[in-house]
Protein backbone atom coordinates (compact mmCIF):
# COMPACT_ATOMS: atom_id res chain seq x y z
CA UNK A 1 0.00 0.00 0.00
CA UNK A 2 1.18 3.55 -1.43
CA UNK A 3 1.31 5.81 2.18
CA UNK A 4 1.39 9.04 0.33
CA UNK A 5 0.04 9.03 -3.33
CA UNK A 6 0.60 11.91 -5.98
CA UNK A 7 -1.16 11.98 -9.30
CA UNK A 8 0.25 12.38 -12.00
CA UNK A 9 3.98 11.63 -11.98
CA UNK A 10 4.41 13.92 -14.83
CA UNK A 11 2.69 16.80 -16.36
CA UNK A 12 3.58 18.51 -19.60
CA UNK A 13 1.88 21.49 -20.58
CA UNK A 14 1.56 25.07 -22.37
CA UNK A 15 2.27 28.44 -20.60
CA UNK A 16 -1.26 30.22 -19.53
CA UNK A 17 -2.89 26.96 -18.74
CA UNK A 18 -4.50 25.75 -16.07
CA UNK A 19 -3.92 22.17 -14.14
CA UNK A 20 -4.06 20.18 -11.30
CA UNK A 21 -2.25 17.74 -8.82
CA UNK A 22 -3.32 15.58 -6.64
CA UNK A 23 -2.35 13.99 -3.60
CA UNK A 24 -3.87 11.33 -0.95
CA UNK A 25 -2.39 9.84 2.07
CA UNK A 26 -3.98 6.45 3.55
CA UNK A 27 -1.96 7.04 6.86
CA UNK A 28 -4.51 8.94 9.30
CA UNK A 29 -2.40 12.04 9.41
CA UNK A 30 -4.12 15.08 9.74
CA UNK A 31 -1.66 17.28 8.42
CA UNK A 32 -0.38 17.75 4.81
CA UNK A 33 1.82 19.81 3.00
CA UNK A 34 3.07 20.79 -0.51
CA UNK A 35 6.62 21.46 -1.41
CA UNK A 36 8.65 22.86 -4.55
CA UNK A 37 11.41 21.29 -5.42
CA UNK A 38 13.62 23.20 -8.16
CA UNK A 39 16.00 22.29 -10.95
CA UNK A 40 19.02 22.77 -7.68
CA UNK A 41 16.97 20.24 -5.52
CA UNK A 42 16.20 23.54 -3.34
CA UNK A 43 13.07 22.12 -1.30
CA UNK A 44 10.67 25.31 -0.78
CA UNK A 45 7.32 24.68 1.38
CA UNK A 46 4.34 25.97 -0.08
CA UNK A 47 0.96 25.46 2.14
CA UNK A 48 0.29 23.25 4.97
CA UNK A 49 -3.05 21.94 6.13
CA UNK A 50 -4.33 20.72 9.49
CA UNK A 51 -7.88 18.84 9.04
CA UNK A 52 -8.89 20.81 5.90
CA UNK A 53 -7.17 23.66 7.92
CA UNK A 54 -5.00 26.02 5.97
CA UNK A 55 -1.91 26.26 9.15
CA UNK A 56 1.07 27.64 6.32
CA UNK A 57 0.95 30.25 3.62
CA UNK A 58 4.69 30.28 2.12
CA UNK A 59 4.67 33.72 0.10
CA UNK A 60 3.43 31.99 -3.45
CA UNK A 61 1.74 33.51 -5.80
CA UNK A 62 -2.34 33.26 -5.65
CA UNK A 63 -1.76 31.30 -8.90
CA UNK A 64 -1.49 28.75 -6.38
CA UNK A 65 -4.59 27.30 -5.01
CA UNK A 66 -4.92 24.50 -2.61
CA UNK A 67 -7.51 22.87 -1.82
CA UNK A 68 -8.29 20.22 0.84
CA UNK A 69 -11.74 18.35 0.86
CA UNK A 70 -10.76 16.03 3.70
CA UNK A 71 -7.93 15.53 6.04
CA UNK A 72 -6.57 12.58 4.01
CA UNK A 73 -6.07 14.82 0.36
CA UNK A 74 -4.48 17.57 -0.61
CA UNK A 75 -4.83 19.09 -4.45
CA UNK A 76 -2.75 21.89 -5.74
CA UNK A 77 -4.64 23.73 -8.66
CA UNK A 78 -2.35 26.30 -10.78
CA UNK A 79 -3.66 28.99 -13.20
CA UNK A 80 -1.99 30.78 -16.16
CA UNK A 81 0.90 28.26 -16.05
CA UNK A 82 4.08 29.79 -16.12
CA UNK A 83 7.50 28.62 -17.31
CA UNK A 84 8.98 29.18 -13.48
CA UNK A 85 6.57 27.17 -12.36
CA UNK A 86 8.30 24.14 -14.00
CA UNK A 87 9.73 22.03 -11.03
CA UNK A 88 8.95 18.67 -8.83
CA UNK A 89 6.00 19.11 -6.65
CA UNK A 90 5.90 17.14 -3.27
CA UNK A 91 3.00 16.31 -1.05
CA UNK A 92 3.81 15.27 2.72
CA UNK A 93 1.94 14.14 5.45
CA UNK A 94 2.54 13.86 9.34
CA UNK A 95 0.64 14.25 12.74
CA UNK A 96 0.04 16.63 14.76
CA UNK A 97 1.40 15.58 18.31
CA UNK A 98 4.23 13.96 17.05
CA UNK A 99 7.78 14.40 16.08
CA UNK A 100 7.20 16.44 12.75
CA UNK A 101 8.37 13.54 10.86
CA UNK A 102 6.93 13.95 7.35
CA UNK A 103 6.01 11.14 4.54
CA UNK A 104 6.85 12.17 1.22
CA UNK A 105 4.72 11.40 -2.06
CA UNK A 106 6.97 10.29 -5.15
CA UNK A 107 6.76 14.12 -6.90
CA UNK A 108 4.69 15.32 -9.75
CA UNK A 109 6.81 16.88 -12.42
CA UNK A 110 5.52 19.72 -13.92
CA UNK A 111 7.29 21.08 -17.15
CA UNK A 112 5.85 24.16 -18.21
CA UNK A 113 6.79 25.09 -22.24
CA UNK B 1 12.56 31.51 13.38
CA UNK B 2 14.65 28.39 12.51
CA UNK B 3 17.20 27.38 9.86
CA UNK B 4 19.65 25.13 8.66
CA UNK B 5 22.92 25.12 6.52
CA UNK B 6 24.47 22.13 4.64
CA UNK B 7 28.01 23.47 4.10
CA UNK B 8 28.42 20.61 1.48
CA UNK B 9 27.05 21.05 -1.98
CA UNK B 10 28.37 17.72 -3.37
CA UNK B 11 30.34 15.06 -1.82
CA UNK B 12 32.52 11.99 -3.91
CA UNK B 13 33.40 9.85 -1.85
CA UNK B 14 35.13 6.33 -2.78
CA UNK B 15 33.21 3.03 -2.37
CA UNK B 16 33.80 1.75 1.11
CA UNK B 17 35.36 4.84 2.43
CA UNK B 18 33.68 6.59 5.41
CA UNK B 19 31.78 9.94 4.75
CA UNK B 20 30.37 12.64 6.60
CA UNK B 21 27.79 15.13 5.41
CA UNK B 22 27.86 18.27 7.63
CA UNK B 23 24.53 20.18 8.75
CA UNK B 24 24.38 23.14 11.41
CA UNK B 25 20.89 24.66 12.38
CA UNK B 26 19.82 27.37 14.04
CA UNK B 27 16.66 28.07 16.46
CA UNK B 28 15.89 29.73 19.24
CA UNK B 29 14.26 26.75 21.34
CA UNK B 30 14.40 22.93 21.30
CA UNK B 31 14.51 21.37 18.33
CA UNK B 32 14.03 18.14 16.14
CA UNK B 33 16.45 17.37 13.70
CA UNK B 34 16.10 15.19 10.56
CA UNK B 35 17.81 13.43 7.64
CA UNK B 36 16.39 12.18 4.96
CA UNK B 37 17.56 10.85 1.29
CA UNK B 38 16.08 11.08 -1.81
CA UNK B 39 17.29 9.10 -4.53
CA UNK B 40 17.26 10.11 -8.08
CA UNK B 41 13.18 10.62 -9.34
CA UNK B 42 11.99 9.52 -5.73
CA UNK B 43 10.53 11.68 -2.83
CA UNK B 44 12.31 12.14 0.42
CA UNK B 45 12.25 9.09 2.87
CA UNK B 46 13.28 9.70 6.56
CA UNK B 47 17.07 8.11 7.29
CA UNK B 48 17.25 9.18 11.05
CA UNK B 49 15.86 11.76 13.91
CA UNK B 50 17.03 12.83 16.92
CA UNK B 51 14.07 13.50 19.56
CA UNK B 52 15.90 13.83 22.59
CA UNK B 53 18.06 11.56 24.81
CA UNK B 54 21.61 10.06 23.35
CA UNK B 55 23.03 12.28 21.47
CA UNK B 56 24.15 9.60 18.50
CA UNK B 57 21.52 8.25 16.73
CA UNK B 58 21.09 5.68 14.18
CA UNK B 59 19.29 4.73 11.15
CA UNK B 60 18.62 2.59 8.27
CA UNK B 61 21.30 1.85 6.20
CA UNK B 62 24.35 1.87 8.49
CA UNK B 63 23.70 5.67 8.74
CA UNK B 64 24.53 7.22 11.72
CA UNK B 65 24.13 10.66 13.27
CA UNK B 66 25.30 12.92 16.22
CA UNK B 67 23.42 16.05 17.97
CA UNK B 68 25.81 18.74 19.11
CA UNK B 69 24.05 21.31 21.07
CA UNK B 70 26.86 23.38 21.96
CA UNK B 71 27.90 23.48 18.07
CA UNK B 72 24.07 23.56 17.05
CA UNK B 73 25.28 20.62 14.12
CA UNK B 74 23.64 17.16 13.43
CA UNK B 75 26.39 15.83 11.34
CA UNK B 76 25.48 12.16 9.25
CA UNK B 77 28.36 9.87 8.60
CA UNK B 78 28.66 6.19 7.20
CA UNK B 79 31.65 4.03 8.07
CA UNK B 80 31.61 2.42 4.96
CA UNK B 81 29.51 4.01 1.66
CA UNK B 82 28.15 1.87 -1.28
CA UNK B 83 27.31 2.31 -4.91
CA UNK B 84 24.17 2.10 -3.90
CA UNK B 85 24.41 5.58 -1.04
CA UNK B 86 24.57 7.88 -4.30
CA UNK B 87 21.73 10.07 -3.60
CA UNK B 88 20.78 13.71 -2.29
CA UNK B 89 20.71 13.98 1.67
CA UNK B 90 18.91 16.46 3.37
CA UNK B 91 18.85 17.66 6.94
CA UNK B 92 16.05 18.79 8.35
CA UNK B 93 14.79 20.85 11.76
CA UNK B 94 11.79 21.57 13.74
CA UNK B 95 10.44 23.22 16.58
CA UNK B 96 9.23 21.20 18.91
CA UNK B 97 5.56 21.98 19.28
CA UNK B 98 5.37 23.76 15.41
CA UNK B 99 4.66 21.33 12.30
CA UNK B 100 6.61 23.57 10.16
CA UNK B 101 9.39 21.80 9.15
CA UNK B 102 12.74 23.51 7.39
CA UNK B 103 14.71 21.70 4.78
CA UNK B 104 18.62 22.62 4.35
CA UNK B 105 19.50 23.08 0.48
CA UNK B 106 21.11 19.42 0.13
CA UNK B 107 24.02 17.15 0.09
CA UNK B 108 24.57 15.40 -2.93
CA UNK B 109 26.60 12.10 -2.51
CA UNK B 110 28.85 10.43 -5.46
CA UNK B 111 29.82 7.09 -4.88
CA UNK B 112 32.73 6.82 -7.01
CA UNK B 113 33.56 3.18 -8.02
Known amino acids: DTAVSQTPKYLVTQMGNDKSIKCEQN?????MYWYKQDSKKFLKIMFS???????INETVPNRFSPKSPDKAHLNLHINSLELGDSAVYFC????????????FGPGTRLTVT | AQSVTQLDSQVPVFEEAPVELRCNYS??????LFWYVQYPNQGLQLLLK??????LVKGINGFEAEFNKSQTSFHLRKPSVHISDTAEYFC???????????FGTGTKLQVIP
Open chain 2, 27 to 32: SSVSVY
Open chain 2, 50 to 55: YLSGST
Open chain 2, 92 to 102: AVSERGYQKVT
Open chain 1, 27 to 31: LGHDT
Open chain 1, 92 to 103: ASSQVGQTGEQY
Open chain 1, 49 to 55: YNNKELI
